[in-house]
């Protein structure tokens, strides 16, 4: 059973505007990560959250985690054509490293 | 600092077959992990590698073996290839919570 959703599926995005994916589980998440993915190529790793309430910003990408631990959000800001890809949220479910992963949101990002 | 590296990057074979992937861990890193990747889905866990022992395994059938060795790298042997077992397979390594990714083998079983 898929334990973590994300959505939307896909998206695109005008160059320049904001966007958001979700990731949400069905159980209390120990550690929350967000990577992207180039089509057929490895995982960049983003950012981790593990406090509920937790907010990370880097560059232009913001990841919250809820007070729940339940939920995390990815913010784009005036995105640009380096932020096309795949991104994926993964989540330690029992603190022993074992990553499970959403299906992914897949970004386009037009002129 | 080299990050994690995998060899092959592509490789088919055929059903029945026998295959073993490479991995090296990024350098200070003790623990590796394997995930397999199908089309347009997200990783799906293998098995995970701490002190050349399989701390952790997922829901893959015992055709899916792996080893580590001392300076931490790692093997991930699949036997009796099936089709299903085509997908892009992904190695991770740790030191503690954080896995980075490494570029990937793309598998085709024909």
């Known amino acids: 059973s898929q334990e973590l959703e994300q959505s939307p599926q896909s998206l695109i995005v005008q160059e320049g505007k904001n966007l958001t994916i979700n990731c949400t589980s069905s159980?209390?998440?120990?550690?929350l990560y967000w990577y992207k993915q180039k089509y057929g190529e490895g995982l960049i790793f983003l950012m981790m959250?593990?406090?509920?309430?937790e907010e990370k910003s880097h560059e232009k990408i913001t990841a919250k985690l809820d007070e729940k631990k339940q939920q995390s959000s990815l913010h784009i800001t005036a995105s640009q054509p380096s932020h096309a890809g795949i991104y994926l949220c993964?989540?330690?479910?029992?603190?022993?490293?074992?990553?499970?992963f959403g299906a992914g949101t897949q970004v386009v990002v037009t002129p | 600092d080299a990050g994690v590296t995998q060899s092959p990057t592509h490789l088919i074979k055929t059903r029945g077959q026998q295959v073993t992937l490479r991995c090296s861990p990024k350098?200070?890193?003790?623990?590796v992990s394997w995930y397999q990747q199908a089309l347009g889905q997200g990783p799906q866990f293998i098995f995970q590698?701490?002190?050349?022992?399989?701390?952790q395994r997922g829901n893959f059938p015992d055709r899916f073996s792996g080893h580590q060795f001392p300076n931490y790298s790692s093997e991930l042997n699949v036997n009796a290839l099936w089709l299903g077992d085509s997908a892009l397979y992904l190695c991770?390594?740790?030191?503690?919570?954080?896995?980075?990714f490494g570029p990937g083998t793309r598998l085709t079983v024909l």
């Open positions: 991770a390594s740790s030191l503690s919570n954080t896995q980075y």
């Open positions: 159980k209390t998440l120990y550690g």
């Open positions: 959250l593990q406090k509920g309430g």
């Open positions: 993964g989540a330690d479910m029992d603190s022993w490293g074992k990553l499970q």
């Open positions: 350098s200070g890193h003790d623990t």
């Open positions: 590698y701490y002190e050349e022992e399989e701390r």
